[in-house]
């Protein structure tokens, strides 16, 4: 199929990345200097220490939809932060602008700000020998050399399958093909700077189904860090059009207390907001229902969550947090038992603990765990609600009040028997997470945190 | 501020420092003119954000940032070419119009003349960052944590979060549109935490809009976020239990209107609705809602967070009328889809910022007011649920089906506000719930102005309301079954 992109004159990202290529010391390096010079610039001014993160990221993002290009952007984002201590007080500050007039200006801002703010003896950097010294090579810099026209053939591709899959795929929300690669430069004043490359890929599609009883969307992509990783185009448009077309028919549900199975796409957010929960930030805050939970059962028996930030090509992967402390391997949760929150070198002080080397969250997450096929968890399940959507907040860290909207397939006697949407599923997180019976072998590697199904023993279904 | 004013101020604060002159801005957009090409344009916005926070007793951080540049479109039938630049220099530029018109083969056409579109200013050009002294913008924040620390002994953890930000942009494309504008915006946030036996909940209070600090420095308005935070949180240490099944359901007046948000206001935005992706798609004219509801989108009421003088493409805002008497009577549009369909822009194309391409957006959305006396409308309830504040919900806008989840609700008995139930998420079918709107209060509000919409990753400040309302039923998503 010819794309109308094949018509354009072609400027493309291949051949900035060509340059990119040539350029790719002088960049980081550039970056360097201008952290450099940012620091420099801040001691100059009165600050006693100071920490700065600077990027240059380009990507190219084309999309598709009813087999016609639709948008073609190229992005390119620039900028730099700095947070300056002043004393035991901090301010912070940022600019997509890195001139040597704004950088003077930002630094300006940021000493400002710390005039006005109060003295706060856990503010400052991360101490010096916690650094990141040896920097492992994470393999994440793989530039995808793809211009226009052949990113557009590829999301054509992907959108074509899905449509062709069956009469009731009627209409198409469209499919994109997404190119990143992005330098990020940390430096402190402990004559720390570090540069770091990394590029992201992905192919997507979403598409519409619809019977009788109206339309229903659904969507798959694939995204990894080097493009010889993506799944196929084709296989992508195919899962998109099966998962829409698994939505029709739905029916409704008696309201009651049911076992509930998280599809591997839902589990990691569920994952997600227990991790939120030991997470210094809302800990030093009360702000958690397990505050105070360190070495107390959080989760089943059997649920171990361990971070493997070193993971080649990880797509959370980092050689040293938002501090530029040294990550390194861990569980968060071992057998069920809160083994260590997650910590930066902040709210580590505030908590009167050590930094975990978790500033900005965690790399690479994966739940462990006897895991068995999908099958025999619907099996165990007998009666209850597979969740394959969910929609809404409705989580609620301080209490752990969990209620969100939810769609999926209703369960009986072991076997899938029809849709469910437009119902709510609802209950404590605590007894949510303790009440884990069941871990899927069929494990969605494709975000930050890496499991497969997870079935709960009971939560309330409300329709 | 008029038309002219807001123009030069965009023009001083955004060319002239890179030295782009009007030549340079006409020769970009010539080189935007061609056969091929249907519009091109070139939208220039600085933008700059101040943040104070108080936690713990005490303002530990504060933030401040600028953000500035120029992103560069071309439209060519349902195709789009878009690339922006951090530096608003020519060379930049030029690389930006470079990429964008890729997408189309070019000419280099004629300059267009450009044409102001007259038009009210919907708030005053004022700086919030620069309005009050940091000093005491910080003394604020003391006050406020004292004030709600000494309401009730069993506020265990107060943060308070005051925010400005000043927005310039000019726009100018090569169907001779220019458009400058100003757009300030302040906001002023309270969240407590209240313990008692061990129980932990959590209460909100907060406002603003576009205007400086004024409100807050001068009057007593912060003290009320303040007590309402800490009313909400003491409240919920009482809740029960939330019903799990299909009730009828009371909404309160003001920021409840985030229904119609998500009930109907996504599914009229003019994208999903040309590609007829919307629930709504191709029911102009039909009944989609009770007869009671009446909904409208408002850029143009003055000062609130959601308000226009210009929208990101330089339509005027206005007021479009999207359902009357439950009729299906409008769209929101931006230029390119209201072109794709035949029809005008109805001022509701709005951007993240320069680095993101305009889209269908809402600005204030309210359902206005009907003449039921919102008493009588919780009276009329036999088993049910009141709920009078939400956090924020979400909308599937191909099924229909939305969620909104509630922070302060209350059982309903025999007529009666019986006790504050626990934080549940209520969902429900955008079309269906809409025709069980069975009873409308006579008392519309707005909401305080904390509202933020997000779209395909790109978030901007709106604004929602309505009277107190009734709906027949709805699941309400509690625990007890």
């Known amino acids: ?463 | 501020m008029t038309t002219d004013d807001r123009i030069d101020t965009a023009r001083r604060a955004l060319l002239d420092p890179g030295e782009i002159s009007e030549g340079v801005v006409s020769g970009q957009l010539a080189r935007l003119t061609g056969t091929d090409i249907d519009t091109g344009e070139l939208f220039f916005q600085v933008c700059r954000d101040e943040s104070w926070t108080l936690e713990d007793g005490a303002v530990k951080g504060g933030s401040f940032s600028v953000d500035r540049g120029v992103g560069v479109r071309a439209i060519s039938g349902e195709k789009t070419g878009f690339a922006y630049a951090e530096d608003i220099g020519p060379l930049a530029l030029g690389r930006a119009t470079d990429a964008a018109r890729s997408i189309a083969r070019t000419g280099h056409g004629r300059a267009p003349v450009l044409t102001p579109a007259r038009t009210p200013a919907r708030y005053a050009d004022v700086d919030p960052l620069t309005a009050a002294p940091e000093g005491d913008k910080v003394a604020l924040l003391s006050r406020i944590d004292a004030f709600a620390r000494g309401l009730d002994p069993r506020v265990s953890e107060v943060t308070v979060r005051i925010s400005m930000s000043r927005e310039t942009n000019l726009v100018v494309a090569t169907d001779g549109t220019l458009s400058g504008d100003a757009r300030p915006l302040s906001r002023f946030d309270v969240s407590v935490i209240a313990e008692q036996d061990g129980r932990r909940e959590r209460g909100f209070g907060g406002g603003g809009g576009r205007f400086d600090t004024g409100w807050l420095m001068d009057g007593d308005a912060a003290d009320g976020y303040a007590r309402e935070a800490v009313r909400m949180a003491l409240l919920n240490l009482d809740a029960v239990d939330a019903p799990a099944g299909t009730f009828p359901v009371v909404l309160g007046p003001g920021w409840p209107g985030v229904l119609l948000h998500e009930a109907v206001g996504h599914g009229l935005e003019g994208d999903f609705n040309r590609k007829g992706t919307s629930a709504f798609a191709g029911r102009l004219g039909e009944k989609v809602a009770s007869p009671l509801c009446t909904v409208v989108d408002d850029a143009t009421l003055p000062d609130r967070r959601g308000s226009l003088s210009v929208d990101d493409e330089g339509t005027p805002g206005q007021r479009t009328v999207l359902i009357e008497n439950g009729r299906l009577v409008g769209y929101l549009q931006d230029k390119h889809n209201a072109r794709l369909m035949g029809v005008a822009s109805t001022g509701n194309g709005r951007r993240q910022s320069f680095a993101h391409l305009p889209m269908p957006r809402m600005t204030n959305t309210f359902m206005l007011a009907g003449d039921s006396d919102p008493r009588e409308i919780i009276e009329s309830v036999d088993k049910g649920v009141y709920a009078v504040s939400f956090g924020g919900g979400q909308v599937d806008i191909t099924s229909g089906k939305f969620v909104f989840s509630a922070t302060e609700a209350y059982l309903i008995d025999k007529g009666k506000v019986g006790p504050p139930i626990r934080g549940a998420t209520l969902i429900g079918n955008g079309p269906e719930v809409m025709a069980q709107v069975s009873m409308v209060g006579n008392d519309l509000e707005l909401d305080g102005g904390v509202g933020v919409c997000g779209k395909e990753g790109q978030t901007v400040p709106v604004g929602v309301g309505q009277p107190t309302l009734r709906i027949d039923g709805i699941t309400v998503g509690g625990t007890s079954a």
Request: charged share 25%; glycine share 14%.
């Open chain 1, 1 to 463: 199929m010819n794309g109308p992109g094949r018509e354009g004159p072609g400027v493309d990202l291949a051949r900035g990345e060509g340059a990119r290529g040539e350029e790719q010391g002088d960049l980081a390096a550039s970056l360097k200097d201008l952290v450099a010079g940012i620091l420099d610039e801040a001691k100059r001014q009165g600050a006693n220490a100071a920490e700065v993160s600077a990027g240059d990221s380009t990507g190219l993002v084309v999309s598709v939809r009813k087999g016609e290009l639709e948008t073609v952007e190229f992005t390119n984002d620039r900028g730099f932060g700095i947070t300056v201590y002043v004393g035991a007080r901090k301010g912070s500050a940022s600019t997509s602008d890195a001139g040597p007039e704004a950088v003077r200006e930002t630094v300006r801002a940021a000493i400002n700000i710390a005039k006005f703010t109060e003295e706060d003896p856990c503010n400052g950097l991360a101490d010096a020998e916690l650094m990141a010294r040896a920097l492992p090579d994470l393999d994440l810099d793989h530039p995808w050399q793809v211009d226009v026209p052949r990113a557009t053939e590829r999301a054509l591709e992907a959108e074509a399958a899905a449509l062709a899959q069956d009469s009731r795929i009627v209409n198409s929300e469209g499919a994109n093909v997404a190119t990143h690669r992005g330098y990020h430069v940390y430096g402190n004043s402990h004559g720390f700077i570090e540069a770091s490359s990394g590029t992201r890929h992905s192919t997507g599609c979403s598409v519409i189904a619809e019977d009788a009883g109206g339309m229903q969307r659904d969507h798959w992509y694939t995204v990894s860090r080097d493009p010889e990783d993506l799944e196929n185009p084709v296989d992508v448009g195919r899962e998109a059009a099966r998962r829409a077309l698994a939505r029709l028919g739905r029916r409704p549900v008696a309201t009651g207390s049911y076992p509930v199975l998280f599809a591997p796409t839902e589990a990691g957010g569920l994952i997600g907001n227990l991790l939120a929960a030991i997470s210094g930030g809302v800990l030093y805050r009360n702000a958690s229902y397990l505050v105070g939970s360190l070495g107390r059962q959080a989760a089943a028996p059997g649920i171990t969550l361990v971070e493997e930030p070193h993971r080649r090509k990880g797509l959370g992967s980092a050689a040293h947090d938002g501090d530029g402390v040294a990550t390194r391997a861990k569980a968060f949760v071992d057998d069920g038992v809160v083994a260590s929150y997650i910590l930066g070198s902040y709210s580590a002080r505030r908590l009167g603990m050590t930094t975990t080397g978790n500033a900005g969250g965690v790399f690479n997450l994966d739940l462990k765990a006897e895991m068995r096929p999908p099958e025999a968890l619907m099996r165990d399940m007998g009666t209850g609600l597979l969740v394959n959507g969910l929609i809404g907040q409705g989580v609620n860290l301080v209490t752990g009040d969990y209620s969100r909207g939810a769609s999926g397939i209703w369960v009986e006697d072991g076997e899938p028997r029809h849709p469910v949407d437009e119902v709510t599923i609802a209950g404590k997180l605590d007894d949510m997470f303790k009440g884990i019976v069941g871990c899927g072998d069929d494990i969605d590697r494709r975000g930050n945190i890496h499991t497969g199904s997870l079935l709960i023993r009971e939560m309330t279904v409300a329709n």
